[in-house]
């Protein structure tokens, strides 16, 4: 799986749009990038993926760029609930079951 | 839906005791996980299981056993437990197969060795 690279801490003001950036700067063409998060003390929660196409849903919307070096998780109207770790992963599709490997991620702090 | 739930929620144990740690999930996901959670260390995968009858060996194997009897449920044992498997341990599912490789997590258990 390719390694991902996001900035250590972010401040968001409540109410406004959160926007996380990853470098995934050697991904592979079968690659997918997923988000997902960690609120203290919880199990981390799942928030998106995708593969080349840009993608939305109740939670969140995920940017990919065209070369899919880079991608961006925005969360449109950042709520104190939102404050969490943010986890970038790049990982290949398997029929099997494996680790899936979280980095040290980005900590969002909403702001009220 | 419930997801995947955990049992119990926290755990105080007195090293050298059996115990076992429930997981059960209601999304007829063919594959689970547990894993474990330390500060500075990020999760690890100490057991997985593809399907129904099958189990599989992880980063972090040692001191833990599982079984995976039927597709819900997938129980984690420290047979004697000890100081060092003091952890924050998540269960996880996932489709597997030919299905999606998303995995969900359980809420956790909180177990503390003395």
């Known amino acids: 799986d390719a390694k991902t690279t996001q900035p250590t801490s972010m401040d968001c003001a409540e109410g406004r749009a959160a926007n996380l950036p990853c470098n995934h700067s050697?991904?592979?063409?079968?690659?997918?990038v997923y988000w997902y998060r960690q609120i203290h003390s919880q199990g981390p929660q799942y928030i998106i993926h995708?593969?080349?196409n840009n993608e939305t849903n109740e939670m969140a919307s995920l940017i990919i760029t065209e070369d899919r070096k880079s991608s961006t998780l925005i969360l449109p109207h950042a709520t104190l609930r939102d404050t969490a770790v943010y986890y970038c992963i790049v990982r290949s599709p398997s029929g099997s079951a494996r680790q899936l490997t979280f980095g040290s991620g980005t900590q969002l702090t909403v702001l009220p | 839906i419930a997801g995947i739930t955990q049992a119990p929620t926290s755990q105080i144990l007195a090293a050298g005791r059996r115990m076992t740690l429930r997981c059960t999930q209601d999304?007829?996901?063919?594959?689970m996980y547990w894993y474990r959670q330390d500060l500075g260390l990020g999760l690890r995968l100490i057991h997985y299981s593809n399907t129904a009858g099958t189990t599989g060996k992880g980063e972090v194997p040692d001191g833990y056993s599982v079984s995976r009897a039927n597709t819900d449920d997938f129980p984690l044992t420290l047979a004697s437990a000890v100081p060092s498997q003091t952890s924050v341990y998540f269960c996880?599912?996932?489709?597997?197969?030919?299905?999606?490789?998303?995995?969900?997590f359980g809420p956790g258990t909180r177990l503390t060795v003395l």
């Open positions: 995708g593969l080349k």
């Open positions: 050697t991904i592979s063409g079968n690659e997918y």
């Open positions: 999304m007829r996901h063919n594959a």
């Open positions: 996880a599912s996932s489709e597997g197969l030919a299905g999606s490789d998303t995995q969900y």
